[in-house]
């Protein structure tokens, strides 16, 4: 896994000596010396991950911790804080300021590398959803990565897997001030209850008696449906070689017994958080996917998507010789709709009709808005004499009924004139098949207006 990891130590040995154990695992390690220099290299997104000396001058390392998860542009870079403080209070005052996991010196070789890739690996996930949700507030959309900085990780819903009731009554009683915390003693039964139940965050314990805690870690991260969700394991110290190896399946993080209860609390709210963050990333990826192929006033599909997926269901048709039928749809007199009533009014009648057209469809039809006042739908597996009865009733349903505008206030009649054509034998494009129903449309607003026309091909 090639990573770029950022050493901050002000001890030039304690660097060196990070440095070798990282680049000897192929990892690309770049350093600093103080805390500003390694926020500066940050801000440049010159690194994939941090690894923290406390006990530095000039700027401890809980102050770089708190200043990198305060800015929106650096707080998903994962900080590992490498410390000879060893006290429950100082990895929750680290905690508490963002830390992602804590080394003590000396450090561990297998727990730094094992522990470096599972935070990378973390990230490596997340990147391209980053990039994404910074394109999206580009284009006005809301900024998740300003709104993970605010997430404060309460209120989860938290499944607890430890089959010893005096164990998990304690962390019941520790947790349910802040969060909303089930348990389950039985492996397989949390497995399928964390498929079907909107949990934020799993902790399993690694003394459970009839089933192998990692395999039930291993399942979680197999199954789509619980792939993301943050596995906090809870283990003996004896447990380490263990530990280690449920780091490397895809565990989150891990609390050694006897479980200190405020350190408890802050690495639930730290994976809680994580958590919604990337439910943040993905969400907005989806809202600026549907924003590119979606009209913002009607709610339709938009030209750039229904000519994409136009050529594709012509292909289609071509191919397995089905037919298809195409309806261009133009409100009559819409102009005028606008100079009488205004824009505002205009955008009401747009609307309205976008409804009375989605009603009148079939489910297996596509209704897009190529612009301004026309629109189309795309009829698979449909002939003409199928699409000339939708085409009907569509234009009836317009007709039928006056648009209320002005907010209700008042109310308008309007007619919508409708071209239509079907795939013949010989059509392999979707521009030809555009043109002609273009063509009907046109013969229906020269004839008169408020009707379906055919193409006569």
Not at 149 to 175: C, F, P, Y
Not at 391 to 406: D, L, N, S, W, Y
Not at 413 to 422: F, K, L, P, R, Y
Request: hydrophobic share 45%.
């Amino acid at each position: 896994m090639t990573a770029r990891v950022l050493v901050v130590d002000d001890i030039l040995a304690n660097v060196k000596l990070l440095e070798a154990r990282l680049s000897a695992e192929y990892f690309d390690v770049i350093t600093a010396m103080s805390g500003p220099e390694a926020l500066s290299i940050c801000e440049r997104a010159q690194c994939d991950i941090v690894l923290l000396d406390v006990m530095m001058p000039e700027m401890d390392g809980f102050e770089v911790c708190r200043r990198l998860k305060a800015n929106p542009a650096t707080h998903h870079i994962p900080v590992i804080m490498v410390t000879a403080l060893d006290q429950p209070s100082d990895r929750i005052r680290g905690l508490e300021v963002g830390a992602d996991d804590f080394l003590t010196k000396p450090v561990n070789d297998l727990a730094l590398i094992t522990r470096v890739r599972s935070l990378v690996r973390l990230k490596m996930m997340q990147d391209e959803l980053r990039m994404r949700a910074v394109t999206s507030r580009e284009i006005g959309m809301r900024d998740p990565l300003a709104e993970a900085v605010a997430e404060t990780g309460l209120n989860g819903r938290i499944l607890i897997v430890d089959d010893r009731a005096s164990s998990h009554e304690r962390i019941v009683q520790a947790l349910s001030a802040q969060h909303q915390v089930e348990v389950e003693p039985r492996a397989q039964e949390a497995l399928f209850k964390a498929a079907e139940g909107s949990f934020d965050m799993i902790m399993v314990s690694l003394g459970l008696t009839d089933f192998d805690p990692l395999r039930l870690c291993s399942q979680i991260r197999s199954i789509d449906r619980t792939r993301g969700l943050p596995i906090l394991v809870i283990a003996e110290p004896e447990d380490e070689a263990r530990l280690l190896r449920g780091l490397d399946i895809g565990v989150n993080d891990y609390l050694l017994r006897p479980i200190d209860r405020n350190e408890m609390a802050a690495r639930v709210r730290t994976q809680v958080r994580k958590k919604r963050y990337t439910e943040r990333l993905r969400d907005n990826v989806q809202q600026s996917m549907e924003m590119a192929i979606t009209d913002g006033l009607t709610g339709l599909h938009n030209r750039r998507y229904m000519e994409s997926h136009l050529g594709t269901l012509v292909e289609q048709a071509s191919m397995r010789g089905k037919p298809l039928s195409v309806l261009i749809l133009d409100i009559d007199y819409f102009k005028a709709v606008n100079d009488t009533w205004g824009h505002d009014a205009g955008d009401e009648v747009l609307r309205e009709f976008a409804q009375r057209l989605r009603k009148s469809v079939r489910g297996i039809d596509l209704a897009c808005r190529l612009g301004g006042e026309e629109f189309v739908v795309v009829m698979p597996d449909t002939d003409a004499g199928v699409a000339s009865i939708v085409a009907e009733r569509i234009r009836a349903r317009v007709a039928g009924e006056p648009f209320a505008i002005h907010k209700g206030a008042r109310a308008i009649d309007v007619t919508v004139s409708i071209g239509m054509a079907q795939r013949q034998a010989g059509d392999t494009e979707a521009d030809e098949l555009v043109k002609r129903a273009d063509q009907a449309l046109y013969r229906a607003k020269r004839d008169g207006r408020n009707r379906v026309v055919l193409d006569a091909a």
